[in-house]
């Protein structure tokens, strides 16, 4: 048996993950009042927002590199399955819209394709070879930054897809929700969000979703405004394609501070 092949194997074992652990204030929730449910969310959805700031060096380190490979010509890519691939498909759409990027500069890869976007195919997720495809078929190189996302750090697609980027000399960024004693991967930045057991046991659509969210509004953000696609904190390189856009870049035109902006 191969290291690699070793590796997957490991990859199967999920009972000891934290993300599979069972969250102790949430026992009795199915009996639960709704106010008391929400009460109960709320605060553990608190703990997202401490997470990224546990996280916060690597995820500068990881905004700064991929600043710097973008600024080179690369491009920006999300792998993930499930609602880790999702997020990344939402994050790199919403480049476009607000930042006036071409769709080839940040891109969103889900295991199964546009259809697991609507329709859960999560069954998908278990094949490496078909990550290492995805790599390919887009031709990866050495520019490029490659940013895999999967809450429990165990989807074969993704360890796949980061083996192979890596292979090709591309920056490879690791987002996980469990810590580097579960989980091990060779990357160059490896962002651990460490939010805890699930208040819905092992479902990790919810605070591991939502601190993946908060990150990457972070790290594509933040690599934007290194691009300088920011001024101040005007979204000044907007596409203009419907009214609300209309009317907010005509409000930054009218503000007497900002007159400097109008070319």
Do not use: W
């Not at 819209?97 to 609507?118: H, K, S």
């Amino acid at each position: 048996m191969t290291q690699e092949t070793e590796t997957m194997a490991d990859l199967q074992e999920r009972g000891h993950l934290l993300t599979e652990q069972v969250n102790p204030l949430s026992l009795n929730l199915d009996q639960l009042s709704a106010l008391e449910l929400v009460e109960l969310f709320n605060s553990e959805d608190q703990k997202a927002v401490a997470a990224v700031a546990a996280a916060k060096v690597e995820l500068a380190q990881a905004i700064e590199r991929t600043a710097e490979r973008l600024h080179q010509g690369g491009r920006l890519f999300y792998i993930g399955a499930g609602t880790s691939g999702r997020l990344g498909v939402l994050d790199a759409a919403e480049c476009p819209p607000t930042f006036c990027t071409p769709p080839e500069l940040v891109q969103g890869i889900i295991a199964g394709g546009a259809g697991a976007l609507v329709r859960s195919s999560e069954d998908l997720e278990d094949r490496a070879q078909d990550g290492e495809a995805a790599i390919a078929q887009r031709q990866i190189t050495q520019l490029d930054v490659v940013v895999g996302i999967t809450a429990g750090g165990t989807t074969p697609f993704v360890h796949g897809a980061l083996n192979a980027a890596r292979q090709r000399g591309a920056v490879t960024i690791f987002i996980a929700c469990v810590p580097k004693t579960q989980v091990s991967i060779d990357v160059d930045i490896d962002i651990r969000l460490l939010t805890g057991p699930e208040v819905l046991a092992g479902s990790t659509r919810l605070k591991a979703g939502t601190v993946t969210k908060l990150t990457l509004n972070i790290l594509s953000t933040g690599v934007m405004v290194k691009l300088g696609k920011v001024y101040g904190n005007r979204m000044v390189d907007v596409a203009v394609t419907n009214q609300k856009l209309r009317d907010r870049a005509l409000r930054i035109l009218q503000d007497p501070g900002e007159t400097h902006l109008i070319s």
